[in-house]
């Protein structure tokens, strides 16, 4: 993979890290009722233990990763906390504390996705995908996708940025279309006459389906037309097409 496709890969994970917080509001606070609850200075596992909030202490849960909430003390201090952990707590009148894992409601209404096409074809070039989206509401949302392609030809690495509307969110398969930009950078394998690298501008226009499978993970199929500006004014239809997996948050 090109370091440019690379770059756009960590843009989208990075683009993508603020989406994956629970929506502002009040704290929900909840009361320790094992004998310490561990705090980690990251979300996972990798990331130390550096403090312990003990029975009877409450903590204050500001914002969710995946399955981690960051939480704040009574004492102010911040860490992390795995979803596993965080069920051991308590509401103020005692019942349980429960998060969803994920399932079709959370389906229809989530603010983030990103998923991994391991088939492309990109005219006619076999290729990995990538991209990463955010919802502003259950029908509309903007995404940004990359594309290595490799071909006979030519090696093609290609980034789209655009929006796309769901048309029926609460289904169990949800059609979509997508209209966009973007950019392709195309580097002509070696023949007598070496050509020039290029990069051109283009545009797009396309529509899939997902398809819900189980917690957070659904199947995303599509189709896009590519139309490529090019420096000559001989514009060119470059179609593609993906399959893969994909998960939400």
Known sequence: MSLLCRGLVSVALLALAAPATVRAGEPLQLFVREPYLELHTGPGRGYPVFNVVPRDGSVDVLERFTDWFHVRTERGIEGWVSARDLTRTVHADGTPFVYEVGNRREFTR?????????????????????????????????E????????????????DLGLVHIFYPQGWASPFATLGTGIVHVEPKATLVQPANRTEQTAYVGGGVRVYLTRRFFLRGEYR?????????????????????????
């Open 110 to 142: 989530h603010d983030a996705e990103f998923g991994v096409f391991f088939y492309d074809d990109y005219g006619g070039a076999s290729g990995l995908s990538a991209y990463g989206a955010y919802s502003f509401n259950p029908q509309l949302g903007v």
């Open 144 to 159: 940004l996708a990359v594309t290595e392609g490799l071909g006979k030809s030519s090696d093609d690495t290609a980034a």
């Open 225 to 249: 037309a590519h139309m490529v500006f090019t420096r000559l004014n001989e514009n060119q239809q470059v179609d593609e097409w993906k399959f893969g997996f994909a998960f939400f948050y």
